[in-house]
């Protein structure tokens, strides 16, 4: 019988922009599998590019909280963009000479040299949509890489670098709540079965029977894998529900997670 660590990720607000919006970005409901690639490469310590494929199938998310949402507008600072950059003087700044003695043009030279820096493309302001104390469940099998590093770090509360929920402003905390077993189930396909966690929707296929009666379960195509420049090379369609409801579904397989603290139906992808 294999193990599965469980785990929840939390903080008082997240924001995961969604792939079809730009200026005025709203938020998925949840991490897609790309995020919590980043979540978890952070805790245990991954360099940037070597998280992109972490999860081959291998993980399940469950929404626990998070379903109230709010709208403010936030202050976005350009770390990276370097092209952007002017540097306004009285005198031209020889940027070869500069280069040849191993200094860029950067604010600390051009302060340095008495000249003023000016990025007009700096900081900009935009309006989010953001997830108001989303907490979400984690099932992480033994099977999945890196397995044993992410244990000893959710179990000791230590992260190498710091996990945050979709952008550097929205800081993540984690919190153990089980090391369970897990053991795949199978079923006839002609009863419900109760499913916690997020339902993924095979490719070229329409979803499993859902009962409309018990839950009203929403659905939304996120991205699954990316490669290390960021280019989405796969969607996937999901279904869930809400705050820990369970959305009862005619699925064929499904794997049960059972400890002292869970007692869960996981659709793993």
């Known amino acids: 019988m294999a193990d599965c660590l469980v785990f929840d990720i939390l903080g008082p607000l997240a924001c995961f922009k969604t792939f079809f919006t730009t200026s005025s970005p709203l938020t998925f409901d949840f991490p897609p599998k790309t995020a919590l690639e980043g979540m978890i490469g952070a805790i245990i310590g991954l360099d940037f ?10 993980v399940g ?68 949509e953001l997830l108001k104390d989303p907490r979400f469940r984690i099932y992480y099998p033994d099977s999945s890489p890196h397995y044993a590093e992410l244990r000893d770090n959710i179990e000791q509360h230590h992260a190498v670098f710091t996990p ?69 090379t796969e969607y996937t369609t999901v279904i869930y529900a809400l705050n820990g409801g369970r959305v009862p579904a005619k699925v064929p397989a499904f794997h049960h997670v059972k400890g002292n603290e869970v007692d869960d139906n996981v659709i793993f992808f």
């Not at 403010?72 to 040849?100: F, H, Q, Y």
């Not at 369970?180 to 339902?199: H, L």
Request: aromatic share 8%; glycine share 8%; proline share 7%.
């Open 49 to 58: 590019d070597a998280k992109y494929g972490l999860f081959e199938g291998s």
């Open 164 to 232: 945050f929920l979709g952008a550097a402003t929205f800081l993540a905390d984690f919190k153990l709540v089980d090391v369970a077993s897990v053991t795949e189930e199978f079923s006839d396909g002609d009863e419900y079965v109760p499913i916690d966690s997020i339902i993924p929707v095979p490719s070229g296929e329409t979803g499993p029977e859902l009962d409309m009666k018990e839950v009203s379960p929403l659905m939304a195509r996120v991205p699954r894998t990316m490669l290390p420049g960021r280019d989405v």
């Open 61 to 128: 998310i469950k929404i626990l909280s998070g379903g109230a949402k709010m709208y403010t507008g936030v202050n976005w600072i350009d770390t990276k963009a370097r092209g952007s950059v002017k540097l306004m003087a009285d005198v031209p700044m020889n940027v070869p000479m500069l280069e040849s003695l191993g200094l860029s043009a950067t604010p600390q030279v051009a302060a340095f040299l008495g000249m003023t820096w000016k990025d007009k493309h700096a900081h900009t302001q935009v309006n989010l």
